[in-house]
């Protein structure tokens, strides 16, 4: 869980194609949302007077902060894409592979009105592994980051969690609800999995910005009512999979299971392909004559509108082998670009649209494709999932 290539796309082959701890571990106080929890009356388990506020989320337990963090640490781009939503996108100072991850936010933004992210300059945390030595020059009000997958990371011990805890600012993350894996030891008694939108509205408090959390999670909730009324019965649904596809094989990935890396395919509830495959690590390895076995109707590819990723190159490789050419998803034209499984509220919107035409476009509307570097396509008014400009005025801090 620590950057594998079938979690993260390594570097190498991208380059080819003032807050402290109140209590530690997960406190009875903090419940689901919308739920009062911790030592106040607000939701959430956060508290808020004229100079502080609190909020709590396992596994780092109620973390106070002093006031609003103007300064934010983030690894995955969830979080850099939860800060834009909130309107602090400014604060963000760090993010995974900067050029990928920040043109691939921007081709979701690049549709809303005065919205976007300035990667440019930003430091890659990962780039040599996490550095604490980064970490302490940033000094960062918080560190939208798991401590549990820290300590993971080559060279991060118990003390030097906690050190960087003390002396520079807090942890505030949870990368295993991603997947529900199991988090390392240490870190499994009382941790706790939230959907995406329940971690946004953590991350919402810390920044002071429920109203606007609030108001984005109305369009949230009406996105997914829209699509349970327009889903087909499920023997009428397409069999489907989603890949990332590299040298020959195909990391393969599971559909419907539990977590926010799948918070853009689960509500479309397509048939998986393989279902039944019980792979140890939360994805299968499969290569072109297996993927032409089971022969899914349509197959997504994870990264397709990212550098290094982009999809018309990506099917050039496949067509150029003789199974991969006999892909009814490639001789039918349903071979198409997702987006990234670490997806923040912004980008979540954007991808239940763009997978629900994928798999449904009777129902939703036909997907115009995605073009290399463009931003995501326009799609005509009465076929949009959601409302452009709304989005962009809430974001925006109009609600």
């Given at each position: 869980?620590?950057?594998t290539p079938a979690e993260i796309?390594?570097?190498?082959?991208?380059?080819?194609?003032?807050?402290?701890?109140?209590?530690?571990?997960?406190?009875?106080?903090?419940?689901?949302?919308?739920?009062?929890?911790?030592?106040?009356?607000?939701?959430?388990?956060?508290?808020?007077?004229?100079?502080?506020?609190?909020?709590?989320?396992?596994?780092?337990?109620?973390?106070?902060?002093?006031?609003?963090?103007?300064?934010?640490?983030?690894?995955?781009?969830?979080?850099?894409?939860?800060?834009?939503?909130?309107?602090?996108?400014?604060?963000?100072?760090?993010?995974?592979?900067?050029?990928?991850?920040?043109?691939?936010?921007?081709?979701?933004?690049?549709?809303?009105?005065?919205?976007?992210?300035?990667?440019?300059?930003?430091?890659?945390?990962?780039?040599?592994?996490?550095?604490?030595?980064?970490?302490?020059?940033?000094?960062?009000?918080?560190?939208?980051?798991?401590?549990?997958?820290?300590?993971?990371?080559n060279g991060w011990s118990k003390?030097?969690?906690?050190?960087?805890?003390?002396?520079?600012?807090?942890?505030?993350?949870?990368?295993?609800?991603?997947?529900?894996?199991?988090?390392?030891?240490?870190?499994?008694?009382?941790?706790?999995?939230?959907?995406?939108?329940?971690?946004?509205?953590?991350?919402?408090?810390?920044?002071?910005?429920?109203?606007?959390?609030?108001?984005?999670?109305?369009?949230?909730?009406?996105?997914?009512?829209?699509?349970?009324?327009?889903?087909?019965?499920?023997?009428?649904?397409?069999?489907?999979?989603?890949?990332?596809?590299?040298?020959?094989?195909?990391?393969?990935?599971?559909?419907?299971?539990?977590?926010?890396?799948?918070?853009?395919?689960?509500?479309?509830?397509?048939?998986?392909?393989?279902?039944?495959?019980?792979?140890?690590?939360?994805?299968?390895?499969?290569?072109?004559?297996?993927?032409?076995?089971?022969?899914?109707?349509?197959?997504?590819?994870?990264?397709?509108?990212?550098?290094?990723?982009?999809?018309?190159?990506?099917?050039?490789?496949?067509?150029?082998?003789?199974?991969?050419?006999?892909?009814?998803?490639?001789?039918?034209?349903?071979?198409?670009?997702?987006?990234?499984?670490?997806?923040?509220?912004?980008?979540?919107?954007?991808?239940?649209?763009?997978?629900?035409?994928?798999?449904?476009?009777?129902?939703?509307?036909?997907?115009?494709?995605?073009?290399?570097?463009?931003?995501?396509?326009?799609?005509?008014?009465?076929?949009?999932?959601?409302?452009?400009?709304?989005?962009?005025?809430?974001?925006?801090?109009?609600?």
């Open positions: 869980m620590s950057g796309p390594t570097r190498r082959e991208y380059v080819k194609g003032g807050a402290a701890l109140v209590g530690g571990g997960l406190l009875a106080g903090c419940t689901s949302d919308g739920s009062n929890g911790g030592s106040g009356d607000a939701p959430n388990g956060t508290t808020a007077n004229a100079d502080s506020h609190s909020v709590t989320m396992a596994p780092m337990g109620t973390v106070e902060f002093e006031d609003v963090p103007e300064s934010v640490f983030t690894i995955f781009p969830q979080y850099a894409d939860m800060a834009v939503a909130l309107g602090h996108g400014d604060a963000v100072n760090s993010i995974y592979v900067p050029e990928m991850s920040g043109k691939t936010m921007n081709t979701y933004y690049d549709r809303l009105d005065g919205v976007s992210f300035e990667w440019k300059g930003l430091p890659d945390p990962l780039k040599n592994g996490l550095n604490r030595e980064l970490l302490y020059k940033l000094d960062s009000d918080v560190h939208l980051v798991d401590p549990a997958y820290v300590s993971t990371q003390s030097d969690i906690e050190d960087v805890r003390n002396n520079v600012g807090p942890w505030f993350g949870n990368f295993y609800s991603g997947t529900h894996d199991k988090p390392p030891e240490g870190y499994r008694k009382g941790y706790r999995y939230y959907g995406l939108w329940e971690m946004f509205e953590k991350v919402a408090a810390v920044f002071r910005e429920q109203e606007r959390a609030r108001a984005l999670a109305e369009i949230h909730a009406n996105v997914l009512s829209t699509i349970e009324q327009k889903l087909p019965p499920k023997n009428e649904r397409p069999t489907a999979v989603r890949v990332t596809y590299n040298d020959g094989s195909f990391y393969t990935y599971h559909l419907n299971k539990p977590g926010y890396w799948l918070a853009d395919t689960r509500p479309l509830g397509a048939i998986d392909a393989f279902a039944e495959k019980d792979w140890p690590n939360l994805w299968g390895t499969v290569d072109l004559e297996t993927m032409l076995d089971a022969d899914p109707d349509v197959i997504l590819h994870l990264w397709g509108i990212s550098p290094g990723y982009y999809i018309d190159e990506i099917q050039k490789k496949i067509e150029s082998h003789p199974a991969g050419r006999k892909l009814s998803a490639i001789r039918n034209d349903r071979f198409y670009a997702a987006g990234m499984r670490y997806q923040g509220p912004i980008m979540n919107l954007f991808q239940l649209e763009m997978t629900a035409k994928q798999l449904y476009p009777e129902r939703f509307g036909e997907w115009p494709g995605y073009v290399t570097g463009e931003p995501y396509p326009e799609i005509p008014a009465d076929e949009q999932l959601f409302d452009r400009q709304k989005l962009a005025n809430v974001i925006g801090g109009k609600f």
